[in-house]
Structure formats: structure tokens, C-alpha cells
């Protein structure tokens, strides 16, 4: 490398600053751009977690042509028609500003809407998101060639790189998300990516001035014949140390956001630690760090393993989340630690980076298009824990696996020729069983083979053991979720026992059924005949014999069976798979008792409602839940407006807003007030055991408050009016604060 002897201390830390920033602000673009985008793109789909993990697919994939080109530009080019051919490309991203989604743009109702999400994000923000992603291997390489003493060591620029994308990810939901509308965020982005341009054109004024030796330029012509010195060993070695936590973080996120909250909140959480094991890694301290994360995984794994899969259900969901982060934490952090141990002379930069990103793209492309088709739930989450274990440095055989195997294959061949009742029956001792194996497993810590294969094997016995002791009828997962059918067993009024089905989205409960003839018809859990739809139905029982009834979310189908017969119901449901679910009679024949005759409207409920006449419902129920959270985008000042629109001057909107993690009725207050609707609550909670009659919290708004008065003075329940709040601003299509109502 080329050195220049009259180099000053000062130059040398100005070098450093101004690559650095540039690296530093093009992270910072990337990772404001994702949840800023994926934003924007959640109203279109529901809400959905694979909302997300798509955005994320085409980020990866976007960030792999990036090292693509960057590779390929610094292998093949002089380093003045790499600055050449790189401002072109600048230039001509300038086309995309500002950022806007595509006219017209709506998704498809009747198939998986993957490839159109995909297609879409690519017209919006393909083109300047490629040039921020070519910057982290490109700007580095370039820094290699500059002239400074730690040229030919660039890697640890890296780390501001992924400090920058951990500050934009950490700011998002708690600084830009409450102060910043969406139209000024695409604004203040637009700004930050011409300031990018601009320390890319600064990076490459440098590179343009700096002196080369003869001997340099050889070497960047010839790195791609050099790189034939780099083992196939060693690089799939690098792609599977990168593709495994790829695939865990979308894995995790997927597992987490469809039993916590569909919100791009919770979804930062896996990211960041995700980056901040980059960052950390990538750092001087990684030689004494990741000898210490080796040594602690298996101990913090012990009580993940033991709680979160043998026996959730003993812990809060905040201690089961942390248990699940841990261990993903330390999962990444050995695998990219590993990847930092091995990383290569300065001549493979691009090599190395470039592998990095394929694996990273490739973890997302197993998560989002092969995962959901290949299984029913998100196992991919399971088996990337069992694989990042097989990626733990250690030795190979071990003793121990003659003596812990065999005990394992009894355990798994008792459970697989019992019956379900005798492991029903035995369902404790064998839970305690796995644990007590779980804890030999340690004993193999050094030996990653035999560590990852029995942990593997404890985890899926247990997963299995829980879905024969759940009863399950039916489970299949599409883009919107993880549905399943489950049979239980409740203690009828007589003291019987009684078998009925629930509908699960997740974890989340989305309705049950009678399954006996004299009681299949009455509606239970959320929209029983006590609860508050019970009321709202039986206050107006003389009024509402022609009523014009819209519901959005159909869940089993419960509601169906307060329909009369002058009555015209039309339903609305994002996700197919739910409307095969409640029509099919041998899981649910709420639909086809009640309410043969009523309409379905399969897709967004924003968007459906959009093609109703105006003035057409006397009563609209909103019951849309992405697992346990409301869509954000039916909760805006906007989407109310759009309610009433459709409702006739005298009409009711309802609002379910159960909610174990939001507190909804802030917004919904808010939003009420700013509109000058009229609004009562009742937040429900039986008054004596009755089966399945659970706690729900409902909403009932009109245009004018003698609409409601029936209620409000009814016996039947205790509906009171809205609380006033003044501590946030009304919802809107253009803002939105999540953490303003956590609870």
C-alpha cells in the first residue's frame, strides 16, 4: 500500500472523520428507510408480520447487488472509472426523489401478495436504497487504497457503519415516529441522502488525489485472480457464519410479533441486538469478547430451552420475550464473531462482504418464501437455534453423546409409540424429563455436533408434545399468520364434560363455539350475549329488524349469529385462509347456521369499505386483530372518517379494542374528540363464571349522542363515557405513536 510520509496527525484523523461519517450516514438512510417504508406499505396488507420479513427480504436483497456492483467495480476498474462510473449511478437515483409509493398502487386479494410487495418497494426505493447499500464495501475499499496507516486494516470502519444503522433503528420509534410525520419524513430523508451524495463525492475526491504505486494497481487488477487463494472451504464457511443469524433474526421476529404486537416497534428489538453484534464484533474488543460469549451461551441457553419451549407457560410474556432475545443475542453474536475472527487480508474485502450480504439475502429468501410454504408454523425459528449451535467453535466427538444419545432415543421412542392419552396422562413427568436431559446437554458444550443435536432434539420433542397436548385439529400458516383449530374441554352447566373449538391466530384466542346443537349458536368469548355486543343487540332489538350490518374481521364467526332475516351482513376478511376456516362446518357453523346469505369482502378493510356506497351501514363493527394488536391504519383520524362516511346519519360504529399490550382507547378517545363524535366504553368483565364469557373491552361511536343514549341509560350494562386525555396528538394516516400507548 501506498503511504504518504508528509502525512500530518490531523490529516490522518480527517480520513478517518470523513469516511467514517460517510459510512456512518449512508447505515443511518438504510435503517430509517426500512421502518419508514415498511410504514408506510403496512396499511395495504393488514398489519401483517410478513409485511415486515418481505421489506426485509428486499432490503437484503437490494444490499446483496450492492456488494455485487461494489465487488465487481473495484476488481474490475481503475480507480478513476470506478468514481466515474459510481457518479453516473448517483445521478441517476436522483430520478426516484422524492419518495413516493407508485399511483394506484393496491395489493391483491385473491393470492399471496409477496411478489407484488416486492415489485412495488423496488419502483419506490430501488434505486437510491441500491446506492446507500453500495456504500459500506465500496467506501471501505476505497479507504484501503487512500493512503492512511490503518489502510490496510479497514475493517474497523465497520463498526460505524452498523452504529450508525443501530442509532437510526433506535430513534426511529422513540424520536422521529412521535415528532415527525410520514410526508416529512420522506422530506428530511430525501435531504439526508443528497448530504450522503456529497461525502461519497468527497470519499472519492480523496481516493481521485491519492498517490498509487505501480505495485498497488497490479494489485487491485489481479485481485480476481487472487482470490482463487481463498479456499471454497473458507467461503462457505463465511456464507453459512452470515446465513444462519439471517434467517434467526426474521425467524425470531416472526415468533414474536404475532403473539406480542403486529408493530414495527417490536420488530427493532431483534434488529438492533442483530447490529449491535456487528458492531461489537467488528471491534478492537472482539478478541476478548468472543471467547466469553462461546463460554456463556450454553449456560443462558439452559433456561431458555427449559421455559420457552418445554414449558412456556409458566412465565409473563415480557419474561418470555427476554428469555427468546438472550439467546438470540448470544446465537449472533457467536456466529458473527466468528465471522470477524476469520475475516481476510484487504484484497478480499469485497469478497468477503459480498459473501456476507448472498448469505444475508438468502436467510431472508428461506424465511419469506420457503419457510411458510414447507411448514405450518415457524419452525425455521427451532431449527436456525439447533444450526447456530452446530456453528460453535469446539471439537467434534465427545464420549458423552455415547452416554446422553441413548437416554434421548428412549425419551423419543416412549413418546413416539405411546398413545395421546398416556402422554397426556404422563405430560408432567416427561416435561421434567426433557428438562433433566436439557441440563446433561451442557455436559456437551465443547462439542458442537452432539450440543446442537440434542438441543435440537429436546426442542422439537417438546414442540411436539405441546401440539398433541393442545388438541390441534387443523394449523397451516399463510402471509398473514399462523391459524390453528383446536378441540378443548369445558365443565358444562351440569357438571359435564364438554368439547368445543377455539380459533387461534398465533397465541392469540380469536373465538370459540359450542359444539353441542342446543348451544352452537350462541356467541361466545368477545361477542357473548352479556358482553357488550350482546347489549348493544338487545338495546336496539326493535329497532334494527332491517339494519344494514358491516363487520370487518370475521374470526369464527360469531357475530354472524346475531343476524335477523330482513338483516343484509356483509363481512370482511384480509385473510383468506380465515373465511375457509369459519365456513368450514366441522370447525365452526356459525356462518352456515346464521347467516347463509351474507356477503364477503376478502381483503384490507380500508380498502373494501372504500368501494360501499356512501351512507349504507346503520351499524359497522370493527373487529379487525393482527394476533393480538389492532392495525394502526384503522385507528386513524382518517380511517374514523371513512366509517362514518359509510354509516347513515344515525349509525353506530363499534370498536373492539381487548388489548393485553396497547392501550386503545387513548387513540380512539383522542380521535373521537378531534372528529366531535359521541362515544361511550364499557369495559366488560362477567359478573359470574360462565363458560367461556371472557373480559372485552368495547367502543361504541355515533355523530350524535342521542344515538348512543339507549345504551348509555341501559341496565344491561355499564357503558360510560369516553375519558378525555391531553397527552398526545390525534392518530392520523401521516402520524402514529406507538409508544405513547403502551400499557
Not at 296 to 323: H, K, M, S, T
Not at 451 to 459: C, D, K, P, V, Y
Not at 542 to 565: E, H, P, R
Request: overall charge negative; aromatic content about 12%; glycine content about 4%.
Amino acid at each position: 500500500m501506498s503511504h504518504h510520509p508528509e502525512a500530518t496527525p490531523d490529516r490522518n484523523l480527517s480520513l478517518i472523520f470523513l469516511f467514517a461519517a460517510t459510512l456512518f450516514t449512508s447505515a443511518s438512510l438504510m435503517f430509517v428507510l426500512q421502518p419508514l417504508f415498511g410504514k408506510i406499505l403496512l396499511p395495504l396488507l393488514g398489519g401483517s408480520p410478513a409485511v415486515w420479513n418481505t421489506c426485509m427480504v428486499f432490503y437484503q436483497s437490494i444490499l446483496f447487488l450492492g456488494y455485487l456492483y461494489a465487488h465487481y467495480l473495484s476488481t474490475r476498474y481503475s480507480q478513476h472509472r470506478q468514481i466515474q462510473i459510481h457518479t453516473a449511478l448517483i445521478l441517476i437515483s436522483f430520478l426516484a426523489l422524492p419518495l413516493a409509493l407508485p399511483e394506484n398502487t393496491v395489493p391483491p386479494t385473491d393470492s399471496n401478495p409477496t411478489f407484488w410487495l416486492l415489485w412495488t418497494l423496488f419502483l419506490a426505493i430501488g434505486l437510491p436504497f441500491f446506492v446507500v447499500s453500495t456504500t459500506a464495501p465500496l467506501i471501505q475499499k476505497w479507504f484501503a487504497n487512500v493512503g492512511h496507516h490503518t489502510s490496510h486494516d479497514p475493517y474497523y470502519l465497520y463498526a460505524a457503519s452498523n452504529t450508525g444503522s443501530l442509532i437510526a433503528l433506535l430513534s426511529y420509534p422513540f424520536l422521529l415516529e412521535p415528532n415527525i410525520g410520514l410526508a416529512n419524513q420522506k422530506s428530511y430523508w430525501s435531504v439526508g441522502y443528497l448530504i450522503l451524495c456529497l461525502l461519497i463525492a468527497a470519499c472519492a475526491f480523496v481516493l481521485w488525489k491519492s498517490r498509487q504505486t505501480s505495485e498497488q494497481q497490479e494489485d487491485d487488477q489481479d485481485t480476481t485472480a487472487d482470490e482463487n487463494n481463498l479456499s471454497l472451504a473458507t467461503q462457505l464457511h463465511w456464507l453459512v457464519l452470515a446465513f444462519v443469524p439471517s434467517s434467526l433474526l426474521l425467524g425470531l421476529t416472526n415468533f414474536i410479533s404475532t403473539d406480542i404486537a403486529s408493530v414495527p416497534l417490536l420488530w427493532i428489538i431483534p434488529l438492533t441486538l442483530y447490529l449491535l453484534s456487528f458492531v461489537i464484533v467488528f471491534s478492537k474488543w472482539n478478541d476478548k469478547i468472543h471467547p466469553l460469549m462461546v463460554k456463556l451461551q450454553p449456560i443462558f441457553l439452559l433456561p431458555f430451552i427449559a421455559y420457552a419451549f418445554i414449558n412456556p407457560a409458566d412465565l409473563p410474556y415480557w419474561a418470555y420475550l427476554i428469555l427468546h432475545l438472550i439467546a438470540f443475542f448470544f446465537a449472533v453474536m457467536v456466529c458473527h464473531g466468528e465471522l470477524a475472527k476469520l475475516r481476510p487480508h484487504t484484497r478480499h474485502l469485497t469478497t468477503f462482504y459480498l459473501i456476507m450480504s448472498f448469505a444475508g439475502m438468502l436467510g431472508g429468501m428461506f424465511n419469506t418464501f420457503v419457510a411458510p410454504f414447507v411448514f405450518n408454523a415457524v419452525y425455521e425459528y427451532p431449527i436456525m437455534i439447533v444450526a447456530a449451535l452446530l456453528l460453535r467453535p469446539g471439537r467434534m466427538n465427545s464420549p458423552l453423546q455415547q452416554i446422553i444419545a441413548p437416554a434421548l432415543l428412549v425419551v423419543a421412542g416412549i413418546i413416539a409409540h405411546a398413545t395421546v392419552a398416556d402422554l397426556l396422562q404422563y405430560f408432567d413427568a416427561i416435561v421434567i424429563g426433557l428438562i433433566g436431559l436439557t441440563l446433561l446437554t451442557y455436559l456437551l458444550r465443547t462439542r458442537p455436533v452432539g450440543f446442537a443435536l440434542m438441543t435440537g432434539a429436546i426442542i422439537f420433542l417438546a414442540l411436539g408434545l405441546h401440539d398433541l397436548s393442545s388438541h390441534t385439529l387443523y394449523q397451516e400458516r399463510t402471509f398473514f399468520g399462523v391459524l390453528a383449530v383446536r378441540e378443548a374441554v369445558l365443565t358444562d352447566e351440569q357438571g359435564k364434560p364438554e368439547s368445543y373449538h377455539e380459533l387461534f391466530h398465533g397465541t392469540t384466542k380469536h373465538g370459540a363455539q359450542r359444539l353441542a346443537t342446543n348451544l352452537s349458536q350462541i356467541p361466545l368469548t368477545y361477542y357473548s350475549r352479556p358482553g357488550p355486543m350482546g347489549q348493544l343487540f338487545k338495546e336496539y332489538d326493535n329497532s334494527d329488524q332491517t339494519w344494514n350490518i358491516g363487520v370487518v374481521g370475521l374470526g369464527a364467526g360469531a357475530l354472524a349469529c346475531y343476524a335477523k332475516d330482513q338483516q343484509n351482513w356483509t363481512l370482511y376478511e384480509i385473510d383468506p385462509l380465515v373465511v375457509d376456516i369459519a365456513g368450514n362446518p366441522a370447525y365452526f357453523s356459525y356462518l352456515s347456521q346464521c347467516a347463509r346469505n351474507a356477503a364477503m369482502r376478502v381483503g384490507d378493510a380500508r380498502l373494501s369499505l372504500e368501494k360501499e356506497p356512501d351512507q349504507h351501514f346503520d351499524l359497522l363493527v370493527m373487529d379487525a386483530f393482527s394476533s393480538d394488536s389492532v392495525p394502526t391504519h384503522l385507528l386513524t383520524k382518517e380511517a374514523l372518517e371513512l366509517y362514518f362516511k359509510k354509516l347513515k346519519p344515525g349509525g353506530i360504529l363499534a370498536f373492539h379494542m381487548t388489548n393485553r399490550h396497547l392501550s386503545l382507547k387513548k387513540v380512539l378517545s383522542i380521535n373521537a374528540e378531534a372528529l366531535h363524535l359521541a362515544s361511550l366504553i364499557q369495559e366488560f368483565k362477567p359478573q359470574q363464571d360462565i363458560p367461556l364469557v371472557v373480559a372485552t373491552d368495547w367502543v361504541v361511536m355515533a355523530k350524535q349522542a342521542e344515538t348512543l343514549e339507549p345504551l348509555r341509560l341501559s341496565r344491561l350494562g355499564n357503558w360510560q363515557k369516553m375519558p378525555l386525555y391531553f397527552d398526545m396528538k390525534p392518530w392520523t394516516d401521516d402520524f402514529t405513536n406507538i409508544v405513547s400507548i403502551w400499557k
